[in-house]
């Protein structure tokens, strides 16, 4: 893990509210992180408020699988955002409490609509990151990720390349993910200041 990885993001956060990382992990990871999803549990993933969870598969089809420290691969990949914490935290004073995060698989077909990741009237989710698992994905793969400014104009569209990381501000930057034409992973995390 490249050290200066924790203070270029703190300083993009700073500059634009959000960076895109190619590269940013061990090259390793996003396999291992990719085997051990294939061997894990999914289910489809709500849409919550408050307390009102609930699916709607006509504006998220996802499933997902939340992580854990297991002392292996999962552990592998939360070191890094312990770290990342505690860089925000020194750096920004952001009061973050603690991060959660899930693998999330999108099949042929699935998307989720523009949305922002902070629910309204409530600062939980402060900084979001999601990490990319999918290697050899090519540009007709589909499932990009669509990220808008404050005045609703497209400010980036990516597809998921493996060992890809974006990390941005919760209640800034609404976002969706195009339909994907094949099977997509990635790790979607939040750093929150609820406890």
């Given amino acids: 893990m490249k050290p200066e990885i924790y203070l270029n993001i703190v300083d993009a956060l700073v500059q634009k509210g959000y960076v895109i990382l190619e590269d940013a992990l061990d090259p390793k990871l996003p396999s291992k992180l990719k085997d051990f999803a294939l061997g894990s549990e999914f289910k489809y993933a709500g849409i919550s408020g408050a307390s009102d969870l609930h699916l709607d598969l006509s504006r998220r089809r996802d499933k997902i699988h939340w992580l854990d420290e297991d002392k292996g691969v ?20 952001l009061g973050l409490c603690y991060y959660e995060s899930h693998f999330a698989i999108y099949e042929e077909g699935d998307f989720y609509e523009k949305h ?38 497209i400010i980036r569209q990516l597809s998921p390349h493996s060992n890809t990381l974006v990390v941005f501000m919760s209640d800034r930057f609404a976002h969706e993910v195009l339909p994907a034409k094949q099977q997509r992973f990635s790790i979607a995390g939040w750093f929150r200041i609820d406890k």
């Fill in 74 to 93: 999962q552990s592998e990949f939360l070191d890094f955002t312990h770290k990342l914490r505690k860089t925000l935290n020194q750096e920004l004073y």
């Fill in 116 to 153: 922002l990741d902070a629910f309204k009237n409530s600062k939980n989710r402060v900084v979001t990151t999601v990490y990319y698992l999918n290697e050899n994905w090519n540009e007709n793969d589909g499932g990009e990720l669509v990220i808008y400014d404050e005045n609703d104009k």
